[in-house]
């Protein structure tokens, strides 16, 4: 079945810097990525999401990057602010919602 | 629009003791989920339904774990007996049908002493 790995398990950056987040998938009829941000005590919630179809997308400050060759998909994050601070878990699946499989997640931390 | 709601928000109880969790998905998704989060983990997939359907119940453990959706709309979950390693957060999602984005509920927190 499929696995997913996420790195790295913590991330602390300044406030205003890029933070990125790395996630490697082993199906290669995975197709279809999405991020989650789960705050302290909150449920999980969909931030950006990417199919395999293309190689980026944008959300303001949000980015994901696919890279289908390597396996593996990105999160990046600009102009970093504090209410970006959170858990953030990558995924990946073969059809939609339904076989959506979780990385361990990251915790990221914005510096003031 | 309301999301997907979940009661209770925490449960304590002492083992061997039932615990079930409610849920109501957001309406008109069709496809429902229940997922455990264990701390610092990332959701893991109990069971999903397509309407009433149990259509994938491959990781409920089901000497213990057993879960319906009646009418294909609110569905529960339930624990019995439970036992100390069962502590975690119980997630509820659902999804428009089984292609679409998936919407998590708050989760019950339930610990077991």
């Known amino acids: 079945g499929e696995n997913v790995e996420q790195h790295p398990s913590t991330l602390s950056v300044q406030e205003g810097d890029s933070a990125v987040i790395k996630c490697t998938y082993s199906?290669?009829?995975?197709?279809?990525f999405p991020w989650y941000k789960q705050e302290l005590g909150k449920r999980p919630q969909l931030i950006i999401d990417i199919r395999s179809n293309v190689g980026e997308k944008k959300d303001q400050r949000i980015a994901v990057t696919l890279n289908k060759t390597a396996k593996h998909f990105s999160l990046h994050i600009t102009e970093t602010q504090p209410e970006d601070s959170a858990v953030y878990f990558c995924a990946a699946s073969i059809a939609g919602a339904q076989k959506l499989v979780f990385g361990q997640g990251t915790r990221l931390t914005i510096n003031p | 629009e309301a999301g997907v709601v979940q009661s209770p928000r925490y449960k304590i109880i002492e083992k061997k003791q039932p615990v079930a969790f409610w849920c109501n998905p957001i309406s008109g998704h069709n496809t429902l989920y229940w997922y455990l989060q264990n701390l610092g983990q990332g959701p893991e997939l109990l069971i999903r339904?397509?309407?009433?359907?149990?259509?994938?119940d491959s990781q409920l453990p089901k000497d213990r774990f057993s879960a319906e959706r009646l009418k294909g709309v609110d569905s529960t979950l339930k624990i019995q007996p439970a036992e100390l390693g069962d502590s975690a957060v119980y997630l509820c999602?659902?999804?428009?049908?089984?292609?679409?984005?998936?919407?998590f509920g708050s989760g019950t927190q339930l610990s077991v002493l």
């Open positions: 199906d290669s009829a995975s197709n279809y």
């Open positions: 339904y397509e309407n009433e359907e149990a259509v994938d």
């Open positions: 999602a659902s999804s428009l049908n089984r292609d679409g984005k998936l919407f």
